[in-house]
């Protein structure tokens, strides 16, 4: 849990600091200078703005604040419109502001800020929340040591100033407290040697780093999410094209083990066997013939075709062929496909006889 906290307040520091950065960067590219409103008498303020180069100031001029409401003394439509959107930086006379020194050691240096909030219901007669507080810069002493002083008022008193401020349309206010009551010089520099930084205001709709640090904020969690989210539905759709590609990889390795066994590459191979396994051999028919036909027969003309055998040839009793070869289980359906004829230079008959064929495995006589 210390591990989350830790990193959650680096990460807020972060943020912080980049959006101070920004905020200054917007600053450094506004045009308009900032104008001051310094306190000489109570409740009476010289509004001047710091001249620029090529460029002169507008005259000053003087606004009382009475109760609650700006002074007798309107601004000019030159201030009213020179307001919209500036900084407007308010130093207060010393007397508004209670003081008190402070001594701490050399180390509390790194976290000042929480220390001295944490010390101001002891210093002041105020709590934190009730009051706005600063400090001088801290300055070493013997022993060790550091000395700074606070600088304490209630938020009370500031309102009425804050909300003449909010009422000419300014995009922020930053308060001052002056150790001496002169007025300092036009040159646009408050934040000097005399000069404590108490607290800054932004306005609705001016740029201010609490601001841009929620919204900076906003975007790291929305891109966050969605880097998350992508992501996830990478990974969901990477498993569904996995899965895919695994079933279409083994749809493959089926087909090809198919196509292996009936496919076109083997139907020669295949034709033999089956060839093999019903027709017979030649080998087997010449010698089946061999041993079946007379001693006195001839064969002059063999023929084998696909299932069919054509044998012509000499013998002395052709009809008994016939009877031989439809005896043997090689041979079926024997008949003459031409007349048997006799010569008178020859001592038998020439035959011409076609017999079916038979799948068998023995020589059969």
Known sequence: MTMIAELRRQFADWIGTVAETIVRTFARLDIKPPIQ???????????????????????????????????????HEHWQAAMRGSRVELMLLPDRFLTRPLDLPRRAVEFLDAMIRSQVDRLTPWAADDAVFGYTSPAETSGDRISTTVIATPKTTLEPLIRMVESWRAGSIVLFASREPALPPANGQL???????????????????????????????????????????????????????????????????????????????????????QDAASVVLLEALSRILPDNTYVTELRIDNDKLHMVGMTQDAPALIKVLEQSPHFTHATFFAPTTRSADQAGERFHIEAAIKPHSGLGI
Not at 50 to 58: C, K, L, Q, T, V
Not at 242 to 264: C, D, F, N, P, W
Request: glycine share 8%.
């Open 37 to 75: 409103l310094i306190e000489t008498e109570r409740n009476l303020f010289v509004v001047r703005t710091a001249a620029r180069s090529g460029r002169s100031a507008a005259p000053d001029c003087q606004v009382r604040l009475t109760g609650d409401a700006p002074g007798v003394a309107p601004l």
């Open 191 to 277: 934040a000097s040697d005399g000069v404590t930084k108490l607290m800054e205001r932004h306005f609705r709709g001016s740029l201010d780093a609490a601001r841009v640090s929620r919204v900076l904020t906003a975007v790291l969690l929305a891109a966050a999410a969605m880097a998350a989210l992508s992501m996830t539905t990478m990974s969901m759709i990477g498993g569904g094209l996995e899965e895919q590609e695994r079933q279409l990889t083994q749809k493959i390795s089926e087909r090809r083990a198919a196509l292996r066994l009936e496919g076109g590459d083997t139907t020669a191979l295949t034709g033999l066997v089956r060839r093999k396994q």
